[in-house]
Nanobody, 124 residues
């Protein structure tokens, strides 16, 4: 099985920054993709971005492009989500998810493995 554990969430003022981490352990695949999603109360889960582990290629949703950056630390099996210029509307529970494919997907249903989520609250 695959385990994903997010950390780094918290309370930050508007305009501030946070870096979330996603620690990956368990079964490994020859190729896989890790996505970041978020879900605010009463809203659907929203795709933010993804990274293809082998190539390091990334893709972002238009809503966060230029503010959020995804990176990886190979030796630590960790994926990061750097969030800058945060806005109150970024308040949500943030999740990382993994799928055993190097073909990217923005659909939450394409990811069988999920972390427990970490809360991010941005105050105005």
């Amino acid at each position: 099985q695959v385990q994903l554990v997010e950390s780094g969430g918290g309370l930050v003022q508007a305009g501030g920054s946070l870096r979330l981490s996603c620690a990956y352990s368990g079964r490994t695949f020859s190729s896989f993709t890790v996505g970041w999603f978020r879900q605010a109360p009463g809203k659907e889960r929203e795709f933010l971005g993804l990274i293809i582990w082998m190539s390091g290629g990334t893709r972002y949703a238009d809503s966060v492009k230029g503010r959020f950056t995804i990176s990886r630390a190979n030796t630590k099996n960790t994926i990061y989500l750097q969030m800058n210029s945060l806005k109150p509307e970024d308040t949500a529970v943030y999740y990382c998810a993994a799928r055993s494919s190097s073909y990217d997907s923005t659909s939450a249903s394409a990811y069988p493995f999920w972390g427990q989520g970490t809360q991010v609250t941005v105050s105005s």
